[in-house]
């Protein structure tokens, strides 16, 4: 079949881009007389022939940790006490390990306020201090990370306390789950209530025997209504010390913890390929940290961002994610403040058997089966961009020194991977050019910026 596609009068979609790619005959032509107001063309496209093949690492795309693309609940720095934007994972909690600090002095977590602030009596704590109850951040008794938000209630037994996370988003009819880690030492009972400002109360959940070790309790409740003042309030009334730490609170239909409509959204996008862990975050990021039991991860400051990363998705999240997309991956190890090393052993937890040590532990978190990844790139941008905020743009010769260093660790841990240097744009194309000159190159990351700004 024979189309012309006469470029005067049509418009070619973007999806013909790739499908003429393969015509086999081009016909041009041109007005001749002068005073003809629009020049045409027109191409002949012969559907029934192709001549090559569109490489699916044409169109891929990256993934970064950043103002809540992936957990919509961190805090930043531009607002102070967090800012749910509705991420890819489908934690509402801010803040939910209780680590990321206490800049009010008022004894509470930054994401969390404490009752005397809601019932108008805030000015009767002091530095975390009331009249019959006393709260701190305790980095000495925690369930995970480094820290746990302590409440003490003391007096004649009918005292309480109690702290609030507020501004949630419930929506109508949808069932929300909730857990939270638990101690306590004493005589006091705690609850869990769901509500809106200015009520009504939801649903509440009491926990009549918490123990004096750490255990797991948790509570469900269906949104009678839609609204974006929320609010869930973990208290304790009698004498004695709670202890809190690792709380959640997720929409019942989340798929292994990330949200399903997100997933719906992006499966029609077909994508071949996702870059992770980002751009600039990939330099500051860690692997380790996002390994193991989601509830003992240890929070993380983003320097790059300036925000809290609470490491809730990890590689082993981020491979469930991609491969419900159907999408391959292309990993970018630590540069600026990672070692060869540390990429080697990534490499050896992704790709290894359970035979060998680092695979052995994947198959403990509950994935025995490798994941072969086989695109590896040594920093993001590394030409400059993402370190001349720190040492002035990096040196080609050391580059190319430390990139060889982390590609004889990737490949010793896989031999089978492909290492990736990185290049221009952003900066001078005069790099890959000494580059290209210093050591041979399978493939070349570039990063390309389109659009306003």
């Given at each position: ?14 999806t ?18 002068k ?7 027109s ?5 029934a ?7 699916p ?5 990256n ?8 957990s919509?609940g ?6 102070a006490h ?13 803040d ?12 509470v ?11 108008n009596h ?23 990370g480094?820290?746990?938000q ?6 004649d037994g ?7 996370q507020?501004?949630?988003h ?5 069932t929300?789950?909730f ?8 005589n ?48 304790v ?47 500051t ?6 390994i ?11 320097p ?9 998705f ?6 469930d994610?991609?491969?419900q ?12 403040s990672?070692?060869p ?9 992704t ?9 052995h532990?994947?198959?403990e978190?509950?994935h ?5 990844i ?27 020194q ?6 004889s660790a ?5 031999p089978?991977t492909?290492?990736m ?10 790099w890959?050019r ?20």
């Amino acid at each position: 079949m024979i189309r012309r596609i006469d470029t005067a009068s049509s418009w070619i979609p973007l999806t013909l881009l790739a499908f003429c790619l393969g015509f086999s005959t081009v016909k041009a032509q041109a007005g001749a007389a002068k005073s003809a107001p629009l020049d045409v063309a027109s191409i002949d496209v012969d559907a029934a022939k192709t001549t090559g093949k569109v490489s699916p690492y044409v169109f891929g795309q990256n993934i970064e940790y950043e103002h809540g693309t992936i957990s919509g609940g961190e805090q930043n720095q531009d607002d102070a006490h967090g800012l749910h934007t509705g991420g890819l994972w489908a934690e509402m909690l801010r803040d939910r390990k209780f680590e990321e600090g206490d800049l009010d002095a008022d004894g509470v977590a930054n994401a969390w306020v404490p009752e005397e602030l809601i019932t108008n009596h805030y000015w009767e704590l002091k530095g975390g201090q009331g009249k019959s109850d006393r709260y701190w951040i305790d980095h000495q008794e925690y369930y995970g990370g480094g820290a746990a938000q302590a409440i003490e209630v003391y007096g004649d037994g009918s005292q309480h306390a109690s702290i609030y996370q507020v501004g949630l988003h419930f929506t109508k009819g949808r069932t929300y789950q909730f857990y939270v880690y638990l101690k306590r030492r004493g005589n006091a009972s705690v609850w869990v209530e769901f509500e809106k400002l200015g009520g009504p109360q939801y649903a509440r959940q009491d926990f009549r025997q918490v123990s004096e070790g750490w255990e797991k309790y948790t509570a469900e409740f269906t949104a009678p209504e839609d609204t974006d003042n929320g609010r869930v309030r973990i208290a304790v009334q009698g004498n004695g010390v709670l202890w809190i730490d690792s709380a959640s609170l997720m929409s019942a239909d989340n798929y292994h913890g990330m949200r399903r409509d997100v997933l719906d959204a992006l499966k029609p996008l077909a994508v071949p390929l996702i870059r992770y862990p980002g751009g600039c975050f990939a330099d500051t990021y860690h692997w380790k940290d996002g390994i193991g039991p989601r509830d003992r991860r240890p929070e993380r400051w983003s320097p790059k961002w300036n925000e809290w990363e609470p490491n809730d998705f990890g590689i082993d999240e981020f491979m469930d994610f991609a491969q419900q997309l159907g999408s391959e991956v292309h990993m970018t190890a630590n540069y600026l403040s990672g070692t060869p090393q540390e990429a080697g052993e990534w490499v050896e937890y992704t790709n290894g058997s359970t035979g060998t040590p680092l695979g052995h532990l994947r198959g403990e978190n509950g994935h025995p089966a490798p994941y072969g990844i086989k695109l590896w790139a040594v920093g993001n941008e590394s030409q400059e961009l993402c370190s001349d905020e720190y040492i002035g743009a990096n040196k080609i010769e050391d580059y190319v020194q430390r990139f060889q260093q982390y590609k004889s660790a990737i490949q010793k841990a896989d031999p089978s991977t492909r290492v990736m240097a990185v290049g221009a744009p952003p900066g001078p194309l005069q790099w890959n050019r000494d580059m290209l000159g210093l050591m041979p190159i399978d493939l070349l990351a570039a990063s390309i910026y389109t659009g306003e700004g």
